[in-house]
């Protein structure tokens, strides 16, 4: 399978919106209610906010693509832009979305890599992502990759404040 990580610009909100959506439904719709789901699809996953996020110099997007498959994406954010740390010597992996179709195929291992690639290019001694603490699957990917807990956020969804855990990797 060939892989190929290419940055989004503004004219891909459209799709990052829909993938976006699509795959954090299929993720996280069985482990919280339909109202809570659709409160936070429609908040986190509007098409101005994805917008804006495009367009926020401190955060990055990245699609990658199987054989010319559109098979996930990665947000990073920096400085102001990232949602907890604030840390000029970090780099924040807001999201790794792979689709349904690809899962265990190693493209989640691939977004990861180019994520860490990236804040070393960018001169940051660590990198630091929030998972939600029943999020078991992503958690056991992360702690594979070297993260360790490194504190707690609260974390709304809808009208319910969950937990998530920081993670951090030293660089």
Known sequence: MKLLCKPCTLLDA?????????TFVHTFAHLN???D?????????????VRTELS???????????????AGYLKL???????????EHSLEIERIYVSIDFQGKGIGTYLMNEAIRIANERGKEYVWLGVWEK???ALQFYEKHG??????HKFVFGNE???DYIMKKDL
């Open 161 to 163: 404040e969950q937990l």
């Open 77 to 87: 954010n920096e400085e102001l832009a990232q949602t907890d740390v604030f840390d």
């Open 37 to 49: 789901m659709d409160a936070y699809v429609h908040k986190a996953f509007s098409i101005d906010k």
């Open 33 to 35: 209610t339909k109202e």
């Open 56 to 70: 926020n110099a401190d955060s990055s997007f990245y699609f990658v693509y199987a054989d010319d498959v559109l």
């Open 14 to 22: 459209e799709t990052v919106r829909d993938f976006a959506e699509r």
């Open 135 to 137: 999020n078991e699957h």
């Open 147 to 152: 993260f360790v807990k490194i504190g707690t």
